[in-house]
């Protein structure tokens, strides 16, 4: 199983940036996909999750209604589409899979644990300049 994270790089302050992460997995329409980052120094964090079923999406506070979170299951894949970036943006972007034994998801809250996940991607780069 693979998850391959792309579209990062260097943006400036106020500009977007769109991240992909292609999966290959044969149900990946099954699985709830997730993003975190990890800034230098600091704990991977929790940026937008979607679930399979429905979908719905969720958001950390501090990327709300600035990033959005979207699937094509046609394609196996998720995005994440990143708008009006800042420093604070920057970071190691982490795509994830939870088969969550490809059942609905009752808590949309638990896409925020980590521990979760049985695939992470390998991480892409997203540096924003001020």
């Known amino acids: 199983v693979q998850l391959q994270a792309s579209g990062g790089g260097l943006v400036q302050t106020g500009g977007s940036l769109r991240l992909s992460c292609v999966a290959s997995l044969r149900t990946f329409s099954r699985y709830d996909m997730a993003w975190f980052r990890q800034a230098p120094g600091k704990e991977r964090e929790f940026v937008a999750g979607?679930?399979?079923?429905?979908?719905?999406?969720t958001y950390a506070d501090s990327v709300k209604d600035r990033f959005t979170i979207s699937r094509d299951n046609a394609k196996n894949t998720v995005y994440l589409e990143m708008n009006s970036l800042n420093p604070a943006d920057t970071a190691v972007y982490y795509c994830?899979?939870?088969?969550?034994?490809?059942?609905?998801?009752?808590?949309?809250?638990?896409?925020?644990?980590?521990?979760?996940?049985?695939?992470w991607g390998q991480g892409t780069q997203v540096t924003v300049s001020s």
């Open positions: 979607i679930t399979w079923s429905g979908p719905r999406t």
């Open positions: 994830a899979a939870d088969w969550n034994n490809g059942t609905p998801r009752s808590m949309i809250g638990s896409l925020r644990l980590s521990a979760l996940y049985d695939y």
